[in-house]
């Protein structure tokens, strides 16, 4: 939980969502979120799920989490968050699947996402102009992913979700869909999900240059 706490900062998350309820915890953060009306960064989710407590009942967003002497044990900080993105919550129920993609394909995306960000953004570029250049980026749907905003991938690699050779199994639920990693999930909304298509075969990453 401190890993997903970690990389949950360090991909700039506003805090980390705890919800818990009959022995599940749910370890939620914002990859990618709009920060104002005119943003256009789409709203990505990454997520664990582990085994809690059955006592354990709660739905907080806190800012960090930190060890105690307990190895079973963190604690929390006096106050709570209450940023924007957690008042938009997944479906419970209702997921169908869609589809399927190789791993290798979304750690691809990332990398060359990445790259273009690095790439596009002049030295002393502001913070504004940076944003806008991230939600054109990771914003775009990507034809590789099936049509998903290329941060899905984003949010796969920021969060350490992306090990070895893997089918990651893609449902959807309404305006959400969902990418099923053996780490985690990465959840994103949008427009209702409809028309993805299956696996196909790909070429190296890169060859690209949207």
């Known amino acids: 939980m401190l890993t997903f706490a970690g990389r949950a900062s360090k991909a700039g998350a506003d805090g980390v969502r705890l919800q818990a309820s009959d022995g599940v915890l749910a370890l939620s953060a914002a990859a990618l979120a709009p920060q104002g ?5 789409p709203t990505i989710l990454a ?3 582990v085994r809690a407590d059955p006592e354990l009942r709660c739905d907080l967003v806190v800012e960090q989490l930190g060890e105690t002497d307990e190895p079973a044990q963190l ?3 006096d106050t709570a968050l ?7 919550a997944p479906p419970r129920g209702g997921w169908a699947h869609v589809g399927d993609l190789p791993a290798n394909i979304i750690a691809e995306r990332a990398q060359w996402g990445i790259s273009a960000v ?18 054109s980026i990771w914003g775009e749907p990507d034809e590789d992913l099936h049509g ?15 090990s070895g050779v893997e089918q990651v199994r893609i449902t959807a639920s309404g305006r959400w869909t969902r990418l099923a990693f053996e780490r985690g999930h990465v959840l994103s909304r949008g427009p209702a999900a409809v028309g993805l298509t299956s696996v196909r075969s790909t070429g190296p990453a890169g060859r690209d240059q949207h």
């Open 118 to 135: 690095a790439h596009g953004a002049p030295d002393g570029a502001g913070e504004e102009a940076v944003r806008t250049l991230r939600a």
């Open 37 to 41: 009306l005119f943003d256009q960064t």
């Open 75 to 77: 604690s929390l900080p």
């Open 82 to 88: 209450s940023p924007a993105w957690a008042g938009i």
């Open 148 to 162: 998903l905003p290329r941060g899905v991938a984003f949010a796969a690699h920021a969060f350490g979700f992306i």
């Open 47 to 49: 997520m664990r799920i």
